[in-house]
């Protein structure tokens, strides 16, 4: 199994950036798909969850700015990111859950300048 995430860069405060995690080897369907994220010296946290039947949680400090979907024909979920802030400069990580069965992306940088 393995998560592809891209989409990661360098945008300014207020922009917007879209990540996608592709999965391949995988039933992606059947999977439960998180989002996390670690900035510089803080712990991973969880951004937001997207289920198999597609509903949606967030954490507070992005809700209402981010979006999180899924397309099991193609494998991939997304992070739509909106007006972004410098605080959200961090590594974003997708994950899949199944069951007892755990898999991690490698992650994408995103920064966002003042």
């Known amino acids: 199994v393995q998560l592809q995430a891209s989409g990661g860069g360098l945008v300014q405060a207020g922009g917007s950036l879209r990540l996608s995690c592709e999965g391949s080897?995988?039933?992606?369907?059947?999977?439960?798909m998180d989002w996390y994220r670690q900035a510089p010296g803080k712990q991973r946290e969880l951004v937001g969850t997207?289920?198999?039947?597609?509903?949606?949680m967030y954490a507070d400090s992005v809700k209402g700015r981010f979006t999180i979907s899924r397309d099991n024909a193609k494998n991939t979920v997304y992070l739509q990111m909106n007006s972004l802030k410098p605080e959200d400069t961090a590594v974003y990580y997708c994950?899949?859950?199944?069951?007892?069965?755990?898999?991690w992306g490698q992650g994408t940088l995103v920064t966002v300048s003042s």
């Open positions: 997207i289920t198999r039947g597609g509903n949606t």
């Open positions: 080897r995988i039933i992606f369907s059947i999977y439960v």
């Open positions: 994950r899949a859950t199944m069951s007892q069965y755990t898999y």
